[in-house]
């Protein structure tokens, strides 16, 4: 059974950072796509970077040089390190697996940005 933890979300500043971490059981992330998403309150839940089995990443444009995405092959963990956060990136974010034909969520980790 495939189980996704997040954790490292918090409460920081405008300007701050955080970094995420997925922890996965059950399954091999190396050869998984592995996604952050985050949701605002009355917002629908949107996708935030990607990383695949071979390395490539991708970025949504507003977190683009911002964000980073990585991955801990022996730790069978992503992460998302966050820089520059803005109040505009305070959301729950959830970790996704795909693999097999099958999609996996976490259940999120709130980041809330404020003074």
């Known amino acids: 059974q495939v189980q996704l933890v997040e954790s490292g979300g918090g409460l920081v500043q405008p300007g701050g950072s955080l970094r995420l971490s997925c922890a996965a059981s059950g399954s091999d992330i190396s050869i998984a796509d592995m996604r952050w998403y985050r949701q605002r309150p009355t917002e629908q839940r949107e996708f935030v970077a990607g990383i695949v089995s071979g390395g490539t990443t991708k970025y949504a444009d507003s977190v683009k040089d911002r964000f980073t995405i990585s991955r801990d092959n022996v730790q069978n963990t992503v992460f998302l390190e966050m820089n520059g956060l803005k109040p505009d990136d305070?959301?729950?974010?959830?970790?996704r697996q795909l693999s097999g034909g099958r999609s996996y969520w976490g259940q999120g980790t709130?980041?809330?940005?404020?003074?």
């Open 110 to 115: 709130q980041v809330t940005v404020s003074s």
């Open 90 to 95: 305070t959301a729950v974010y959830y970790c």
